[in-house]
């Protein structure tokens, strides 16, 4: 998502990928796999790459979190409040209610009808 939100700003300003990478003092083809997520860049590449796009690096990270956030929240799956009881049956050495069972640690949504 990082890469992504590069490449989105890059081409929003209509600068090429020579042009940025020529700026941020990196060969073309690493900020190439960066965009394209193939490749992690450390925080003095990534600040290198937002000092030549002119936009701070909290601003691209700020947008990679909304990403985040709205994926999280398409992902949430829905639980019919009459089938909930399935999902919160012990487990074996469980006792109903406690610790952690398969599934506990995503998000989950229920809904009254």
Do not use: H, N, W
């Not at 990478?21 to 992690?40: H, T």
């Amino acid at each position: 998502m990082l890469g992504d939100a590069l490449r989105r700003t890059r081409l929003e300003q209509g600068r090429t990928l020579a042009d940025v990478a020529k700026d941020a003092r990196v060969s073309m083809p690493y900020l190439s796999e960066i965009e394209r997520g193939r490749k992690e860049a450390s925080s003095e590449i990534l600040a290198a790459i937002c000092g030549a796009l002119r936009i701070e690096l909290c601003d691209v990270l700020a947008m990679v979190g909304d990403g985040l956030a709205g994926g999280r929240a398409r992902a949430a799956e829905v639980i019919r409040l009459d089938t909930a009881r399935a999902f919160r049956a012990p487990y074996p050495g469980r006792a109903p209610g406690s610790g952690r069972g398969p599934g506990d640690g995503e998000a989950k949504a229920l809904l009254a009808a």
